[in-house]
């Protein structure tokens, strides 16, 4: 009887020891839990980052604005073969800027000042057209041979008031070269009149018909 009980209270007493265990893992459980950080607080000095794309901006440089009057000038060839008689033509032009438009001016003076390889200058002058186009005719010289003329064209508007001009890297220009002959083969050379020999004809003439003694020429199918 005693055996059965002292069994009876043992039982009791192991169960006891584990229900206070669980009992007190869930009380640490929970103490940790409620002790933790808070995951839902915001975080203090970190403010929401945002970004904003502005599609409107333009980095790409201004167009620069119209001069009120400009100039330039151009050789039609800027590699000349000389001969006495060959002629250079230099066109220049002078506008002026009518509501960011060029607008040729015209009856304006211009003056081209040509300088030749040797040290020379000439000067000739033309008048422009409606257009503001003026065409200066620029006969070679024998000094400018082999080298390069510069070309510089100055403007005077009709009244007088405005000028333009068209000097240093900005001045037409053209070389001047010696002109080179070449010649071309007769592809049929005829044998001269005082029997020299030539190159065969590659197309001769048909030969007539043979003639034999006493008689005349053979009719024709024979």
């Known amino acids: 009887m005693r055996s059965r009980l002292w069994h009876l209270l043992r039982v009791h007493i192991v169960?006891?020891?584990?229900?206070g265990s669980a009992l007190?893992?869930?009380l640490i459980s929970a103490l940790v839990v409620a002790c933790g950080p808070n995951n839902n607080a915001a975080v203090p000095n970190s403010p929401p980052v945002t970004?904003?794309?502005?599609?409107?901006?333009?980095?790409?440089?201004?167009?620069?604005?119209?001069?009120?009057?400009?100039?330039?000038?151009w050789?039609?060839?800027?590699?000349?073969?000389?001969?006495?008689?060959?002629?250079?033509?230099?066109?220049?032009?002078?506008v002026q800027n009518v509501n960011g438009n060029p607008?040729?001016?015209d009856n304006a003076s211009a003056v081209a000042i040509v300088y030749w390889p040797n040290g020379a200058t000439s000067r000739i002058t033309e008048t422009t057209t409606s257009d503001g186009l003026a065409v200066f005719q620029v006969p070679l010289q024998a000094g400018a041979l082999g080298g390069i003329v510069l070309v510089e064209v100055d403007f005077t508007s009709s009244d007088g008031q405005h000028?333009?001009?068209?000097?240093?890297?900005?001045?037409?220009?053209?070389?001047?070269v010696a002109a080179t002959v070449t010649?071309?083969?007769?592809?049929?050379?005829?044998?001269?009149?005082?029997?020299?020999?030539?190159?065969?004809?590659?197309?001769?003439?048909?030969?007539p018909?043979?003639?034999?003694?006493?008689?005349?020429?053979p009719p024709s199918g024979h």
Request: overall charge neutral; glycine content about 6%; aromatic content about 10%.
């Open 209 to 217: 018909f043979p003639t034999f003694p006493g008689q005349g020429t």
């Open 15 to 19: 169960l006891a020891v584990k229900c």
């Open 103 to 105: 607008v040729g001016m």
């Open 183 to 207: 010649t071309t083969p007769n592809p049929n050379p005829q044998p001269s009149a005082t029997g020299g020999s030539s190159t065969p004809n590659p197309f001769p003439s048909p030969s």
């Open 163 to 176: 000028t333009c001009d068209v000097t240093d890297n900005q001045r037409a220009f053209f070389a001047v």
């Open 24 to 26: 007190l893992l869930l």
């Open 75 to 94: 050789a039609t060839q800027t590699t000349v073969a000389y001969s006495p008689n060959a002629v250079v033509g230099v066109y220049a032009k002078f």
């Open 51 to 73: 970004m904003t794309i502005n599609l409107n901006q333009i980095f790409a440089s201004p167009t620069a604005a119209l001069a009120p009057y400009s100039c330039g000038a």
